[in-house]
C-alpha cells in the first residue's frame, strides 16, 4: 500500500514538469509587447530594452523555459508585469481562499449528491425518484455562477440573510458554496443513483435482507459501499469543474482568492500572472486526483490489488 | 443493394428506439427550434441587438420591450436571440473541433500502440492535469477575443477526453476479424482507419458530442461572465450575465431571463444526448 501510494506520488513528478512545459510554451505565444505595456507609449528604447532583459525577455525560449523551473524549485514564479509584486506571495496568501472555498464546496456536493441518488434508488419509479432526477437534470444545465447570483438575489437582497459579497466571516462563504456545491451534487446524484440500482438487486443484498439486517444497514453498507466506485470517478471527474466553478464564485463574492487574480492577469495580459495562476492550479488538480486515488483504495480494497497488478503488468508491457 | 438495405434498417432501429424516448424527443424539438432561432435571428429580433433607447432604461418585462430593456436601453428579447446563434455556433464547432483533433489522437494511438500510444497517452495525462476551463482561460488570453478565437480555445481544451475515447473503442474494434481481412489484402493504413475503423467506432463519438455541446455552452457562458470570450457589444449570454450583475438588486430579471435561456439550451442538448446513448446502445442505459 505504502509503495503504491509513494509510486503515485513519484509519477505526479514528471506530469508537474509536463503541464509547466504545457503551460510555458502556450503562454509564450502570447502576442503583443509586455515591456511597451508596462512602460507607456512614450517609453524609449533603451528602457524598453532594459526592462525585457530585467524580466528575461531578451533571452531565447528554451533559456527562460529553463529559468522558470529553476525559478519553481525555489518556489518564485517570477514578478507581475503590471505592479511588479513577486507573484509566488501573492500566490501564497491567495490560495489559501481557494483551497477553502473548494474543499467547502466538495463537502456540500457529496453530502448532498450521495444521499439524494440513494433516496432515488431505494424509491426507484415513485415520485420521489422522478423529482430527485428532474432536479439533477435541471441543476447538471445550470451554469453554477447563475445560481450563486439568483441565490443572492434572494436570501441576500430580498431576505437580507447573508452578506451580498466579502470573505470576513463564515457567513460569507455560505451562498458560494451551497450554491457551486448543490450545482456540482447532481452528477454525483445520478451516478450514486444508478451505481445503487446495479448492486440493489445482487444476491448478497437478498441475503443480507433475508437475516434480518435493518434496511439501513443493507443501504449503505451493503449497497452503497459496493457501488461506491464509479460514484468515486464522478467525483475525481467534478473536481476540474469544481475547482472552475470556485474561480468564478470568487469573482463572484469578491473571495480574494486565485480567481479574481487570475482573471485580472489576463485582462492586463500579465503573462507571469497566469503562468503562475494556471500551474498552481494544476498541481493543486494534480494533488486532489491522488487524494482521490488513494481513497480508491480504502473505500474498496479490490482496488488495490487491482491498482498494483495494473501498474505491474504496465512494467512488464514496458520491458518488452 | 442487400448491404445498403441492412444499413438502412439499423438506423431505422436506432431512430425508432429515438423517437419513442418522450424526454429525447422533446430535447430534440427544443435543439430544432433554437437552431431555427439561431439561423433566423435577424428576421426576429424586435430591435437591433446593439440599439440603445435611452428613454426606456431598465424597463420591466411586459410593454412595448416584451422582456424589458437593460441598462442602456437594449431589448433584452433580441439579445437573447442573437445570443442564440453565438452560442449555438461556438458550442457546435468547438465540439465538432474538439472531436476532430481528439478523435485523430486516438486514433494514431489506438491503431499504431506501443510508443507512439505511450507518448500520446502520456501527453494526455499531462493535457488533462489542467482544468479545461483553466486551459480554455489560459490559451483565450493567447488567441484573443472574438468567436474563432473562443472556438478555438474551447475546441483544443475541451479534446482530450475524445482523445482517450477513441483510443479505447479502436483498441476494442483493432482485433477484429473485418480488420484482419483488410490487413490481408494489403489495405493501406489510412484506408483501413477512414473506411473500417472509423464508420464502427463513431456511435460513442457522436453520443460524447452531442453531450458535449451542453457543456461547450456552459464554459462559453463561463469564459464570457469573468469577461473572456466574444467582446461587446455583441450579446453573449454569459457576458449578458455579467452585465446585469451589477444591477441585480433592482433589475433582477437582467440576470434571471439569460439564464433559463442557458439553462433551456443546455437541457435540450443533455437530454438529446442522453436518448441518443439509450438508443444506440440499449445495454449502456442507466
Redo the contacts between chains.
Keep these: 500500500m505504502a509503495k503504491y501510494i509513494l509510486k503515485r506520488i513519484l509519477w505526479m513528478i514528471?506530469?508537474?514538469i509536463?503541464?509547466i512545459?504545457?503551460?510555458f510554451t502556450?503562454?509564450y505565444?502570447?502576442?503583443g509587447d509586455p515591456a511597451r505595456n508596462a512602460l507607456g507609449m512614450t517609453a524609449t528604447e533603451e528602457a524598453i530594452e532594459a526592462w525585457n532583459a530585467e524580466h528575461g525577455l531578451d533571452q531565447g525560449f528554451w533559456v527562460r523555459l529553463f529559468n522558470y523551473y529553476k525559478g519553481i524549485l525555489h518556489f518564485d514564479f517570477g514578478t507581475s508585469y503590471t505592479n511588479g509584486v513577486s507573484i509566488a506571495g501573492e500566490i501564497l496568501s491567495r490560495f489559501p481562499y481557494t483551497i477553502l472555498v473548494g474543499m467547502l464546496t466538495l463537502v456540500i456536493a457529496v453530502a448532498v449528491g450521495i444521499p439524494t441518488g440513494v433516496l432515488a434508488a431505494t424509491h426507484q419509479n415513485t415520485w420521489i425518484d422522478n423529482l430527485c432526477m428532474a432536479g439533477t437534470?435541471?441543476f447538471?444545465?445550470?451554469?453554477g455562477?447563475?445560481f450563486c447570483?439568483?441565490m443572492?438575489?434572494f436570501f441576500s437582497?430580498r431576505l437580507g440573510w447573508t452578506p451580498v459579497s466579502g470573505y470576513e466571516t463564515w457567513r460569507h462563504y455560505i451562498i458560494p458554496c451551497v450554491a457551486m456545491g448543490v450545482g456540482s451534487s447532481a452528477g454525483i446524484a445520478?451516478q450514486t443513483?444508478?451505481s445503487m440500482?446495479e448492486v440493489i438487486r445482487q444476491d448478497y443484498v437478498t441475503t443480507a435482507r433475508a437475516k434480518g439486517q435493518k434496511e439501513r444497514n443493507i443501504t449503505y453498507n451493503h449497497c452503497l459501499r459496493n457501488g461506491m466506485i464509479p460514484i468515486l470517478t464522478v467525483i475525481g471527474g467534478f473536481l476540474?469543474?469544481l475547482?472552475?466553478g470556485s474561480?468564478?464564485s470568487e469573482?463572484?463574492f469578491s473571495i480574494p482568492g486565485m480567481g479574481v487574480y487570475?482573471?485580472k492577469g489576463?485582462?492586463q495580459?500579465d503573462v507571469p500572472v497566469?503562468?503562475g495562476c494556471?500551474v498552481v492550479?494544476?498541481i493543486y488538480?494534480?494533488v486532489i486526483?491522488l487524494v482521490t486515488d488513494i481513497v480508491y483504495t480504502i473505500v474498496d480494497p479490490r482496488m488495490k490489488t487491482a491498482m498494483i497488478s495494473i501498474s505491474k503488468k504496465v512494467r512488464k508491457d514496458?520491458k518488452k | 443493394m442487400k448491404r445498403q438495405n441492412r444499413k438502412k434498417s439499423q438506423a431505422a432501429i436506432v431512430m425508432k428506439r429515438l423517437f419513442r424516448n418522450k424526454t429525447a424527443v422533446i430535447g430534440m424539438a427544443v435543439i430544432i427550434i433554437l437552431l431555427l432561432i439561431a439561423i433566423f435571428a435577424e428576421q426576429l429580433m424586435p430591435y437591433d441587438y446593439a440599439f440603445q433607447d435611452y428613454y426606456a432604461l431598465f424597463q420591466p418585462p411586459g410593454g412595448d420591450y416584451l422582456l424589458g430593456t437593460d441598462h442602456l436601453g437594449r431589448d433584452l428579447l433580441s439579445r437573447l436571440i442573437y445570443g442564440c446563434r453565438i452560442s449555438l455556433v461556438i458550442g457546435l464547432f468547438s465540439v465538432i473541433l474538439s472531436a476532430l483533433i481528439g478523435g485523430a489522437l486516438g486514433c494514431v494511438a489506438g491503431y499504431y500502440g506501443g510508443m507512439t500510444d505511450n507518448l500520446i497517452m502520456r501527453f494526455l495525462d499531462v493535457y488533462q492535469s489542467v482544468p479545461a476551463f483553466v486551459l480554455a482561460l489560459a490559451m483565450s488570453s493567447v488567441f484573443g477575443y472574438g468567436v474563432p478565437m473562443t472556438i478555438l480555445a474551447l475546441g483544443i481544451s475541451g479534446m482530450s477526453g475524445y482523445a482517450r475515447m477513441m483510443r479505447g473503442s479502436i483498441m476494442t474494434i483493432k482485433g477484429a476479424e473485418y480488420i484482419e481481412a483488410a490487413r490481408a489484402v494489403k489495405g493501406n493504413d489510412l484506408h483501413i482507419i477512414l473506411k473500417h475503423i472509423i464508420p464502427n467506432a463513431i456511435s460513442p463519438m457522436i453520443v460524447n458530442m452531442s453531450m458535449g455541446v451542453g457543456n461547450a455552452i456552459l464554459m462559453v457562458s463561463m469564459l464570457g461572465f469573468v469577461g473572456m470570450g466574444v467582446p461587446a457589444p455583441t450579446p453573449e449570454w454569459g457576458a449578458m450575465l455579467a452585465a446585469g450583475r451589477n444591477y441585480m438588486r433592482d433589475s433582477g430579471y437582467l440576470v434571471v431571463i439569460p439564464g433559463i435561456a442557458i439553462v433551456i439550451t443546455v437541457m435540450a442538448f443533455n437530454l438529446f444526448g442522453d436518448g441518443l446513448r439509450d438508443a444506440l446502445d440499449p445495454k449502456l442505459k442507466d
Design positions: 514528471p506530469i508537474i509536463g503541464v512545459f504545457l503551460v502556450l503562454m505565444f502570447t502576442p437534470m435541471f447538471t444545465a445550470m451554469p455562477f447563475w447570483l439568483v443572492v438575489m437582497l445520478r443513483r444508478s440500482l476540474a469543474f475547482i472552475s474561480l468564478v469573482q463572484i487570475m482573471f489576463i485582462q495580459k497566469v503562468l494556471t492550479i494544476a488538480f494534480c486526483m514496458g
